[in-house]
């Protein structure tokens, strides 16, 4: 156990910069994010989120431990432990679907782990998107090309693991990690056997190369110039495993197209997760929305209809979401023994939501205006030379130079710089492409009542005489 008890040099191999990282505490974008992630364990949140939800008042429970893991990273960091944990804590009731073969039982294997998870708290970090090599062709084809990193396969197979080749790629938190989860969305073709695979492995395990992108934190500047991007970096990671041995008892998945394709949403893991998820993007939206009315208001903005227009159309959306959670919720059904929230709704809020995220920063931008990059260095303010002309310019009777200064800055932050980017991108992206989103949620949508209306009125205009 390491990201609990802080300590993350267990001889782990992660790149950032160009090297191989010596001292992952001697590296701000690690330990300034440990401390966020932390926050979870000092919540004492595990009780709650490995309690398998039976009735409303557990789901309901879960739902306020996220959000207050989630405000304590103002809902920008995404992969909390929680986010894991909660699809593990009904793998219990799930795994039977993993069977077992002659190698091992997969199946036991699964509820094995998930009892280790609780037992030693551990952070778990999820590899499941394959590298965007060349969609065109499958997985199967990619390798016979040569392509030995357009995903992770099964390279030998030995009496006691196999060997896996290949990559993953974005993972993020993983440097932060304990463990890896590695497996694939449903979509395997029958012939790519030998990408059938779900596991789990420590990340110090021989052959695991975590590859971190470029850090979004700014650590030469205060957090009065950064609020956000100086205070921690959700880091991502392009995941490599250069022939590691996964011993049988830490695979959930193997050889099985079947298995594979049923993993995601047959463990449980898709639909809780999906509940954590979105509380946390309610509280992100929550966030940017209390931004755009300050800046309405402190820049003298609010009177304006338009603003005003805008405004009420983000406290529009913010509702929906909230009231969406708690319909999923409500609508909730018995499945396995375990109270499971209304998948539909989960994919509507986590469809809406990347527009209503947009919508936000659309707003942020347009009050802020030219006002958000004619922000000095924070250290001007101390500037003898200048520091009382600057502070007399920059103050209005809404709110002085500084405040001024420091909430534009958070507006930046959000909007325009490297970690208000990725932050945009990863509501966009981290939950699967809209298109899938959408496409998923129309196959499922139950229109009985709606194709009754709909023929009754044809019927009634077809049999007029
Ligand atoms: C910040 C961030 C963090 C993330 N964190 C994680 C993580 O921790 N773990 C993880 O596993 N993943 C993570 N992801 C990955 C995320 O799951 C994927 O990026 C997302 O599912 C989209 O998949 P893709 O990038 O492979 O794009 P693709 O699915 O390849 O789509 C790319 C483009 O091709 C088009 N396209 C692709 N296939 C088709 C098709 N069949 N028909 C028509 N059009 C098609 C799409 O419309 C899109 O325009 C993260 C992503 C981001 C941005």
Not at 193 to 218: E, H, I, N, Q, Y
Not at 376 to 382: H, K, L, V
Request: proline letters at 4%.
């Amino acid at each position: 156990m390491t990201t609990k008890k802080g300590n993350l040099n267990d001889g782990r191999s992660v790149y950032l910069h160009g090297k191989k990282v010596k001292d992952m505490a001697a590296e701000p974008v690690f330990s300034k994010t440990l401390s966020y992630i932390q926050k979870y364990y000092d919540l004492n949140a595990s009780d709650t989120m490995f309690l398998p939800p039976k009735t409303h008042e557990d789901l309901v429970k879960k739902r306020e431990i996220y959000e207050k893991v989630s405000r304590e990273s103002y809902g920008f960091l995404g992969r909390t432990p929680d986010f894991i944990n909660t699809g593990i804590a009904i793998l219990d009731a799930y795994a039977d679907v993993l069977g077992a073969d002659e190698r091992t039982n997969y199946a036991q294997n699964a509820k094995n782990w998930a009892k280790r998870v609780k037992s030693e708290d551990l952070f778990i970090s999820h590899a499941i998107q394959n590298p965007q090599v060349d969609r065109s062709k499958g997985l199967t084809e990619l390798l016979s090309d040569g392509q030995e990193f357009a995903a992770v396969w099964i390279k030998e197979k030995r009496p006691d693991g196999v060997i896996v080749r290949g990559a993953k790629q974005v993972n993020t938190l993983a440097p932060l990690a304990d463990e890896l989860l590695v497996f694939n969305l449903p979509g395997l073709a029958p012939a790519d056997k030998d990408f059938a695979l779900a596991f789990s492995l420590p990340l110090a395990t021989a052959g695991v190369k975590v590859v971190c992108r470029k850090p979004t934190m700014k650590t030469d500047y205060s957090l009065k110039d950064y609020p956000l991007s100086g205070a921690f970096d959700e880091m991502d990671a392009f995941i490599i495993l250069d022939d590691v041995f996964v011993p049988n008892e830490s695979l959930f998945v193997c050889g099985s197209v079947e298995k594979s394709n049923a993993f995601f949403p047959g463990s449980g893991f898709f639909v809780h997760t999906a509940h954590q998820d979105e509380v946390r993007g309610f509280v992100k939206l929550e966030f940017v929305t209390a931004l755009a009315v300050r800046l309405a208001e402190k820049l003298g903005l609010s009177q304006f209809l338009r603003v005003q227009e805008m405004l009420g159309s983000l406290t529009v959306n913010l509702e929906m979401i909230k009231s969406s959670i708690i319909a999923s919720e409500v609508t909730a059904h018995m499945e396995n023994g375990v109270l499971t929230p209304n998948m539909q709704v989960l994919l509507a809020v986590r469809a809406s939501l990347t527009n209503y995220y947009d919508e936000a920063l659309r707003a942020i931008a347009e009050f802020a205006s030219g006002s958000i990059v004619g922000v000095p260095d924070f250290r001007e303010f101390e500037n003898e030379e200048i520091a009382d002309i600057l502070k007399a310019s920059m103050t209005s009777p809404l709110i002085n130079a500084e405040d001024r200064a420091l909430l534009l800055n958070l507006a930046w932050d959000i909007t325009g710089e490297s970690f208000g980017q990725r932050q945009r991108t990863y509501e966009f992206l981290h939950g699967g492409n809209p298109m899938w989103i959408k496409n998923m949620h129309w196959q499922s949508e139950d229109l009985t009542s709606a194709y009754q209306m709909l023929d009754k009125v044809l019927e009634n205009a077809k049999s007029e005489k």
